[in-house]
C-alpha cells in the first residue's frame, strides 16, 4: 500500500476525532447564545404595558442590538481561542503523521502562522447559487447581524400585528432557542473544519518538496453534500483548489500524495463508510461515486435525491457533473440542458406507451417467475416422512449436502429438518459442505450457519423450544416492564440482604428497556414475535421454521450478502431487527412457510434470483 493510503485512513479516522471535538466546543460556547435567549426575554418583559408603542420601538431595538452584539462577540473570541489551540494541535498532529510515512526529516511551521492561516485566509462557503467568502471573524459578524434582523423582524411583525408583549416575547425565544442555536452549531462545526484544513495546509506547503499534490475527500454517508461528493477524489496542487469547508457543516478534507522517493514501505490504510450496513471501512482507494455505485438505490435516493440518483444509475451521470466547477450545485433545468443525454438514458424525457391487451379467459396473468412462489399444490409435491433418523441422513447426504449427522435427535425432529431441507432443494441445490446436531445446553441458540465452512449446526437443547408464544403489545410490554421495576424497588432496593449495585443495574437496564419500546412506538413501529419460530404452534413447526432460518443465511451468502433493503421499522420480526443479515434469514423464512405477502420490494428481488 502507499502513503496515501495510509495518511487517508489515518486522516479520516482523525476527522471523526475532530468532529467530536466541534461537539464539545459547541457545548462550551452555546451558553453565550443562551445567555443572549435569556437577556432578550428579560428585556421584552421589562415593558410594563401589554403593547409597545411606536415611540418606545427605537429605544427596544438599539437594545436588542446590543444584547445580540454582546453575546456574538464573546461568542466570536471564544471560538477565535478554541480554533488556536485546535490549529496548533492539528499542526502538531500532521507532522508526527507526515514523518512516519517519509524516509527524511519533516519541516515544522510556526504558531504565528498557524494562527494567520486560520484567521485570514476566507472560507469559500457555498449556499445556494452563492459563494460566500467569509473568514472566521466575518462569519461571526454575518451570524451576528443576521440574528439581530431576524428578532428585529419578528419585534415590528408582532407590534404590526398588535400581539402583546408576552406572545413577542415567546416568539422571540422560540427564534433564539431553535434557529439561533442550530446555526450557532453549525458556525462552530465548519469553522474547526476550516481551522484543522488551514493547520494541515501549512504544514503541506512547508513540506512541499516532498509532497506532490493534495486529494479531496469526502464523507462516505448519505448526508454528504452534491459539492464535497462531486469533488472527492480531485487532485490539486499544494494550497490551491477547492479547499474544505466548502459549505456549513462540511465535514470533508484533504489527504497529503507524497513523492515514491520519499515513502516509507509497508505502509497501509483504508477508508471510513457508513451505508447499507452501517458504519465500516472501504479500500481507501475508493471514491464517493464508486462507493455510491455499490450502495442500495433507497440509499442513493436518500443521498442525492431521487431524480439526480435516476441520473446516476440509469442515466450513468457522474456525480461532478451535478455541479459546476465551484461547487455549486446545478438545478435540474440548468442540468437537463447541458447533459441532455443523461436524461434519456434515465426515462424522464420518454413518451410512455400505453397499449391495450386483450385478456384470454382462464389465463392467469403471471408477475413473478421464481419458483420459489409456486404453490405446493401446483407441483404436485409430497413429504414422506422417514423411518429412522439413519434415513433422514442418507436422504440429506443425497441431496449434496457433504457431512451429515443428526445424532441425539428424535425421528420427528430429524423429519422436520429433512422437510425443511427437500422444500429448499426443490427450489434450488444447496452448497452446504456440513449438517451437524449436537447438544449445548448452556448456550442460548438453536441453530447456527457458519459461511467460512458452508456448515449448519443444529443444538438439540434448545431447536424447536420457545415456540406459541403470546404477541403483546409495546404497550402491554412497557405496562409489565414497570410492574417489574416496582416490584424490585419494593422487594430489592436498599434491602442489606442484596447487592445495590446490581439491583439499580436491573433496574436501570429495564428502565432503557422501556425507553426503547416508546421510542418504537413514536415511530410508528408495531410490536412483533420474536422470531418466526416463537410464533408457530408445535416443535416440529418450529423446527423447520429455525432450519429455514439458517439456510436463509447459506442462500444470502450464495447471493454475495448482498443489499436487503434493511430496515427496523420493515423487518418482519424482533430477531429480524437485530442486521441485515437477520433481516434477510428471517424475511426468507416468512415467504418460504407463510408466502409473499408483506414480503418487501427489495427481499422480493433477492427471493427472485434463488432458483432462476
Partial sequence: MSAYDYATDVLTRHQIFLQRYSNGEVEKLLPFVEEMRKNVALRIRRIKSDSISVARLHTLQRDLNNIVNLSMDKLGKGLDNSLADLGIYEAGFTERMLQTMVNVDVSGTSIRQIKAAINNTPMSLITGNK??????????????????????????????????????????????????????????????????????????????????????????????????????????????????????????????????????????????????????????????????????????????????????????????????????????????????????????NRVPVISKVKKKKGVKKVTNTSILVKESSEVSRKFISANTVKDVETRLHGLGIGEVSLKGMKIEQANAVLRAFEDENFISPLKLKRLKAMKRSNANWGAMYSPSNKSITLNTAHIGKGHSQDLKSYNEQIRELRENIEEYKEKYLNNPQYVQGKVKGIINRTSQSIRELERRIDSGEKARYWSLSTKVKNETDAIRATVTHEIGHHRHDLLGNDYTGYSKLTASSEYGRTNTHEYFAEWYTTARIEGLDNVPERMLDLINQIGN
Fill in 131 to 348: 459563494v460566500s467568502k467569509l473568514t472566521v471573524r466575518s462569519a461571526v459578524k454575518q451570524f451576528s447581524k443576521t440574528t439581530s434582523k431576524s428578532l428585529l423582524h419578528s419585534l415590528q411583525m408582532g407590534i404590526a400585528e398588535g400581539a402583546n408583549t408576552t406572545d413577542i416575547a415567546t416568539e422571540l425565544n422560540r427564534i433564539v432557542k431553535h434557529r439561533t442555536h442550530a446555526q450557532a452549531e453549525a458556525l462552530v462545526r465548519t469553522a474547526a473544519n476550516h481551522a484543522g484544513t488551514m493547520a494541515r495546509n501549512e504544514v503541506y506547503k512547508e513540506n512541499e518538496d516532498i509532497i506532490d499534490k493534495e486529494e479531496y475527500v469526502a464523507t462516505l454517508d448519505n448526508k454528504t453534500t452534491l459539492t464535497c461528493s462531486g469533488l472527492d477524489g480531485k487532485r490539486f496542487e499544494v494550497g490551491e483548489g477547492a479547499m474544505p469547508s466548502m459549505h456549513f457543516n462540511c465535514r470533508s478534507l484533504r489527504v497529503p500524495i507524497v513523492y515514491p522517493e520519499f515513502t516509507l514501505a509497508e505502509l497501509s490504510g483504508e477508508r471510513a463508510a457508513s451505508g447499507d450496513y452501517g458504519a465500516g471501512t472501504v479500500g481507501s482507494k475508493s471514491t464517493y461515486s464508486g462507493w455510491l455505485r455499490k450502495q442500495s438505490a433507497k440509499f442513493q435516493d436518500s443521498a442525492l435525491g431521487k431524480k439526480r440518483a435516476a441520473l446516476f444509475r440509469r442515466g450513468k451521470l457522474p456525480i461532478d457533473k451535478f455541479t459546476n466547477n465551484k461547487g455549486i450545485v446545478y438545478d435540474l433545468k440548468k442540468l437537463e440542458s447541458l447533459e441532455p443525454e443523461a436524461f434519456e438514458l434515465a426515462g424522464f
